[in-house]
């Protein structure tokens, strides 16, 4: 045969190169970032920085450092990312704690005025005296010493995000007014009354959660028990569009509820939804609560 | 094929290869996502770790906070601490951020040196 095939070999070799060279180098080997922001953080990572965040709020009780850590997140909108977190969590039954402080968070941001009370240390004493520099010192050195013992053979990074905004967040303000939702206030039913609005709504308990002096309060835990069935918890503050002391809870036909508000509130028994309409028209309702700090 | 071929079918895919890695690598790299904790700068991990710190000054669950400082520098929270001290003094944080820094590092180290003393 005639061995005059043309170079076509050296076209077919660079093209099965190039291929190989970018799939290891954009997906086997993809370049490995250093010295990252917090907003270029996957999601499951995003999801431990706002819990962390909003559990380090209910120690400060500073909405604006918050909000400015929150911010270095980019979050299209931080107060939904933080309820759909909370409600997530609480759905899998999560860190009870977290999803109420991110509750809490999110009210706080929806509601300027909302200020709480910082929860108390559980040290009476602090370190007068922060690590001195000789100590840091040798820190330095060990830590240099970890991260050469860490260091992986991936590709080193050609493309450092550049600093764009300090990651210390604003002087500290210490809240002013205290409105403090705590699990351990005796919470009673002011009002029960039956929410007969169409066939088409959904048959809700709506619960609004309120302090002595009739302000709404958010991060408060709500207990929901059926007959033979775990106990349900959710919080308010949730809704804060709607208020930072309103909760809701999807009802079932011919269903006794019993709820606590707080831990140490009343028990109130035999919850059930109302039927509305009669006849064939009819349909079910749902119930509004308001329970009151006394 | 001829020898000669053969070679320069090689070089072909080794020119190819260096061509598309240096494409990957350093002309359209990806970008920069799903990034870890870990990976964040300095500044923004001192003051993860100052959150870890506050909220171990009101629980007091050190386990927590280990737990916690495990997305920065999985199985050395105390270097991690101490990383974040050193960030912290260069960046002037306020004494009561630095107090509770360092509370956190002393009961590491605590809790380091029971667990070493237990046999």
Redesign the interface.
């Known amino acids: 045969m005639n061995e005059k095939k043309g170079p076509f070999y050296l076209f077919t070799g660079l093209i099965i190169g190039l291929l190989v060279g970018v799939i290891v180098s954009r997906f086997m080997l993809p370049v490995s970032y250093t010295d990252t922001e917090p907003a270029t953080l996957r999601t499951d990572q995003r999801e431990v920085y706002r819990s962390m965040v909003a559990r380090a709020f209910l120690m400060e009780a500073d909405v604006n450092r918050a909000r400015s850590r929150l911010e270095l997140l980019q979050d299209a909108s931080p107060v939904e990312e933080l309820i759909a977190q909370a409600q997530s969590l609480l759905a899998n039954k999560g860190d009870e704690q977290s999803a109420r402080a991110m509750a809490l968070l999110a009210a706080s941001f929806s509601q300027p005025n909302l200020m709480i009370t910082p929860l108390p240390p559980a040290f009476t004493s602090m370190p007068t005296v922060p690590p001195t520099l000789a100590v840091t010192a040798s820190i330095q050195a060990a830590t240099a010493s970890i991260q050469a013992a860490t260091a992986t053979s991936m590709p080193s990074p050609t493309t450092r995000p550049a600093p764009t905004q300090t990651p210390r967040s604003t002087p500290q303000v210490q809240a002013s007014s205290t409105v403090q939702p705590t699990e351990h206030y005796s919470f009673q039913l002011v009002s029960n009354d039956p929410v007969c609005q169409s066939a088409d709504a959904r048959p809700l308990m709506q619960i609004t959660v309120l302090d002595d002096k009739e302000n709404p309060l958010a991060g408060v835990k709500i207990e929901i028990t059926l007959v033979n069935a775990a106990p349900t918890y959710f919080y308010t503050g949730l809704y804060p569009e709607i208020s930072p002391g309103y909760a809701d809870y999807l009802m079932a036909k011919d269903t006794l509820y019993n709820l606590r508000v707080g831990d140490g509130g009343q028990l109130v028994t035999g919850l059930q939804a109302p039927v509305c309409g009669e006849g064939s028209d009819a349909y079910t309702g749902g119930l509004k609560l308001t329970f009151r700090q006394p | ?2 020898r000669g ?1 053969w070679i ?19 002309v359209n ?2 970008p ?6 870990a ?6 991990k ?3 770790v ?3 710190a ?7 669950d050190l386990a927590q906070a280990r737990a ?1 400082l495990d ?1 920065i ?1 999985p199985d ?1 929270p105390l ?1 991690a601490v ?2 974040a ?2 960030t912290a ?1 260069q ?1 002037a ?4 951020d ?6 956190l ?2 009961a590491l180290k605590a809790g380091a040196q029971s667990a070493g003393g237990t046999p």
């Open positions: 094929m001829s071929r320069g079918f090689i070089a072909a895919i080794l020119l190819g290869l260096t061509a598309g890695l240096i494409y990957g690598w350093v790299p990806a920069v996502s799903n990034t870890t904790l990976s964040m700068r300095g500044d923004y001192a003051d993860y100052l959150m870890v506050e909220t171990y000054h009101t629980s007091g916690d997305y520098l050395e270097i101490q990383s001290v050193i003094q960046l944080y306020p004494t009561n630095m107090q509770m820094l360092a509370q590092e002393m």
